[in-house]
């Protein structure tokens, strides 16, 4: 299995879009869960947005409802994260994350794979 690499982060001003992917492999074959996360140094990771593809259920954190959509393309084995009306509370180094055994997508330490990173800077 190869490690997620995502792509597509910037810099945008407030009230502006993002669309944040990621290449992930065998997304039918391996994939129980795929998320975005995010993380500002010095604080804790936060669970953003996780799909359950074998239900394509998605679950999203309160602050990112209404705003933020996940989504996968298994032919292209990418995965999306279109972000909406992003806030300076948005600003943080954003990961994609796949996880390859039956658990909770909400846990983050249950996700095997995790990219390097794309960073999100959203000025006011």
């Known amino acids: 299995q190869v490690q997620p690499v995502e792509s597509g982060g910037g810099s945008v001003q407030t009230g502006g879009s993002l669309r944040l992917s990621c290449s992930v492999s065998e997304v039918r074959a391996s994939s129980y869960c795929l998320g975005w996360f995010r993380q500002i140094p010095g604080n804790e990771r936060e669970r953003v947005a996780v799909m359950v593809t074998g239900v394509w259920a998605d679950y999203y954190a309160d602050s990112v409802k209404g705003r933020f959509t996940i989504s996968v393309d298994s032919d292209k084995e990418t995965l999306y994260l279109q972000m909406n009306n992003l806030k300076p509370e948005d600003a943080a180094m954003y990961y994609c994350?796949?996880?390859?055994?039956?658990?909770?997508?909400?846990?983050?330490?249950?996700?095997?794979?995790w990219g390097q990173g794309t960073q999100v800077t959203v000025s006011s």
């Open positions: 994350a796949q996880r390859s055994s039956v658990g909770s997508c909400l846990i983050d330490t249950g996700y095997n794979f």
